[in-house]
């Protein structure tokens, strides 16, 4: 999707984003710190961790996926804001996805720093609903593609090829310290609000740094690319419900300097915010063609027939995201009572 009506502020950024390469280390406003640190393997190149200094240390928002490579970047960072691991005082996961959250654990045990995250994050942990090795994804994520309607040569396709228990434990850090909507990051010399944001995640948060007018948005808004919204066990009940009310929850932050976690910062959330409510309107309306032009689809066929940014024969893994923002839609569009479950024939559902 094109952006309109924002501003890039991150203008060496984007340009690195358009090079493919990975963006400078960034002095910020107000003395913060960008440092980009890389995602292995993953089309969104980085994750822009953040560093916030105050007066008694640092603090390190969404330090990255736990690997070498992206340690060995944030460390480089920190050395070039010109900071020792050893002034790393806290952790703020804006939410526990791999790409925020997993190297938390590490920077803990090396810094004996805390770690900070919403308690609906907590509580959305893999771990708290007992999963905790690549096998017990594997058997999870074959049950919810069985549920929405996929066969069992579709799930060998998109699941197959690789042992599942050869996958690495994915246990990550539990907080320290929780930030409930209106908190202060506990960081003396600096007033950083957290936002609740629930959508992408239960639990995911903004931070606004009031005095520089400069909001951290994690993965809630990104300049480019719309989050991706999706059910699971740990999901919200109506996440896509949840997501566009934070969307305009943080509209009305519209005169802060957006810092994102991936892409590039950016300013003007009043029109990105739009953008995206327009967007999700935009996909229930196709969703809802789909379904009168196909019967009574299962929420998979409604997935395989919908438009995505490359034909679904090519989108590979990434199906599992798309039936998961499928079935966001169908259960938000079933709540708003455009689309009704078939009784006794979930997940098969028609226009009400
Ligand atoms: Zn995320
Ligand atoms: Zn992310």
């Known amino acids: 999707m094109a952006a309109s009506g924002i501003v890039v502020l991150g203008t060496e950024q984007q340009a690195a984003w358009g090079r493919r390469e990975m963006p400078p280390v960034e002095k910020l406003p107000a003395g913060l710190w960008s440092v980009p640190v890389p995602i292995p393997d993953n089309p969104l190149r980085y994750t822009l961790s953040y560093l916030v200094p105050g007066d008694t240390g640092v603090v390190v928002v969404d330090p990255g996926w736990n690997d070498d490579e992206t340690w060995a970047a944030l460390v480089s960072g920190l050395g070039t804001a010109g900071f020792a691991l050893s002034d790393v005082i806290g952790v703020v996961a804006t939410h526990v996805h791999p790409d925020h959250h997993g190297l938390s654990m590490k920077l803990r045990a090396e810094t004996g720093a805390w770690v900070a995250m919403h308690p609906a994050e907590r509580d959305s942990m893999p771990q708290r609903f007992g999963i905790t090795t690549g096998e017990q994804r594997h058997a999870g994520m074959s049950q919810i593609l069985r549920v929405s309607g996929a066969s069992e040569d579709e799930i060998e396709a998109l699941l197959g090829g690789g042992d599942p228990r050869s996958q690495p434990d994915f246990r990550m850090a539990e907080p320290d310290v929780l930030l409930a909507d209106g908190d202060l990051v506990p ?3 600096r007033r950083i609000r957290t936002v609740w944001t629930p959508g992408h995640t239960p639990g995911h948060i903004c931070l606004a740094e009031e005095d520089a007018k400069l909001l951290f948005t994690g993965d ?5 690319i719309s989050p991706n919204i999706g059910l699971g066990p740990s999901q919200d009940a109506e996440p896509l419900a949840r997501f566009l009310e934070s969307l305009a929850k943080v509209a009305a932050f519209d005169d802060h300097d957006v810092l994102p976690a991936h892409e590039y910062r950016f300013r003007g959330l009043a029109a990105r915010t739009a953008e995206l409510i327009a967007h999700h309107e935009e996909r ?9 032009s196909s019967g009574e689809p299962t929420t998979w066929e409604i997935a395989k ?15 599992f995201a798309a039936l998961g923002e499928t079935s966001a839609h169908v259960q938000y569009l079933v709540a708003r009572g455009e689309l009704a479950w078939v009784p006794e024939d979930a997940p098969r559902v028609r226009v009400a």
């Open 284 to 292: 229930c309306q196709e969703l809802v063609a789909v379904v009168r």
């Open 305 to 319: 027939t919908l438009t995505w940014s490359r034909p679904w024969e090519e989108i590979g893994r990434m199906r």
């Open 220 to 224: 809630h808004v990104l300049p480019r």
């Open 187 to 189: 960081l003396p010399g």
